[in-house]
Structures are given as structure tokens and as C-alpha cells.
């Protein structure tokens, strides 16, 4: 990049890894809390995770990685609101408000980020508009379809640890509420289909209505 033509991406870059490097040290606690709280394996997932995006860095090229970052941005940045504006309602009933706190607070800061990779990928991605279009679908439909593989099995075994302890009775209502979740799920999943669309800018995407609050309250 340009020091002088990308001054302000470059400004922006450097703001967006320090928001993501907070975010990650903040969820590093938070599942280390959840290991200790009776889900061990947890770290199992965690590590496999870790150890596959490790391995991205060393063999994937750059515009590879950035078409996984601008999708994981982008789809992200139209669930912000699921978060930030309690849009999961009643199945918050209970939570801790801390982990509530982490996600609002974190979905706040990737709303107020979500430019950035995608201008990088347009910054550096190579090709005609049709192929560098092409080439983001590619990379969204990956990483949906890395994002359910690594999701439902963590679910399923913390769902099976917390089943294990539960009656029959019990175990029928949470899977009926793991099928309302799954069904809210699909509809906070539903933006989806703008990032979808080749005129996708997420500059364009309205606001949480509760962002500035969540902003100041953690600035
Ligand atoms: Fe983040
Ligand atoms: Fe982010």
C-alpha cells in the first residue's frame, strides 16, 4: 500500500487490529472461564480451531486470507444488531450480564470496524470487477461452511455435557429451545443474502439503534 494514497486505510488498519487483538484477549478469558466451569473439552475445539488458522497463515496467500476476513467482517457486521440491540430477547432471560456485556460491547466495535477488510480486499484483490466478485462469493461460501463445522460440534458437546445432568423432561424442553434458537438463528442469518449481492458495501448498513450507548459506555 501507498503510505501517502492509503494514509487513511492504513490509519484505520492499525485501529482495527488493536480492537481485535482486545477482543480476542477478552475471549481467551472468557473461555478459559468456560473450560474451568465444567466444559474441558471446550479447549480441545479451541485448539483445533487455533492450530487450523495457524496453519492458514503459513500456507494460505493474501488474498485468500483476506477473502475469509472480509467475509467473517461483513457477515458479522449485519448480525451486530442481534447482539447489540438484545435481538435474541427472551433467550437472554438468566444470562450472565457480563457475557451479554462481551458480545454487545464486541458486535459494537465490528459494526464501527466493518469498512476495513472489505476495502483492503477491494485495496488488494486482483482481476476484473466480475472475477474479484466471484472471488468474495467464494470466500463467503467458505466460510459459512467453516463456520457450521466448527460451531456444531462445540454445540453438541456443550449441550451434551449439560443434558448429561438433566431428566427427561428437562432434556425435552432444551431441545425444543435448541429448535427455537436454531429457528431465530436462521432469521438473524437472513442479511446474509446483502453481503450476497455484488453491489455489497457495508459502509451503507444502518446502525444498531443502541450502538452509541454500548460505544461510550466501554470508550
Ligand atoms: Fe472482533
Ligand atoms: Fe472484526
Known sequence: MDPVA????????????RQEAQHYKTHEQFNEIV??????????????LKAEYDEWVRTKDLEWLLRY???????????A?????????????????????????????????????????HRVCTGSPGE???????????????LQRVITPLRAYLLGVDRAAMSREERAISEEREAEVDAANERSFAPVADVMSPSWDPATLPAPRELDQVLERYS
Open 6 to 17: 492509503d494514509a487513511e486505510l492504513i490509519r484505520d488498519i492499525d485501529v482495527f487490529n
Open 35 to 48: 473450560v474451568r466451569s465444567g466444559y474441558p473439552e471446550f479447549r480441545v475445539h479451541e485448539d483445533s
Open 69 to 79: 476476513c472480509e467475509a467473517f467482517e461483513s457477515t458479522v457486521a449485519v448480525g
Open 81 to 121: 444488531g442481534q447482539w447489540v440491540d438484545y435481538g435474541w430477547g427472551d433467550f437472554m432471560l438468566g444470562a450472565d450480564d457480563r457475557v451479554v456485556e462481551l458480545w454487545r460491547w464486541h458486535l459494537a466495535e465490528e459494526y464501527e470496524h466493518r469498512t476495513v477488510v472489505h476495502r483492503v480486499f
Open 132 to 146: 474479484v466478485y466471484d472471488k468474495r462469493i467464494e470466500g463467503l461460501n467458505s466460510f459459512l461452511e467453516h
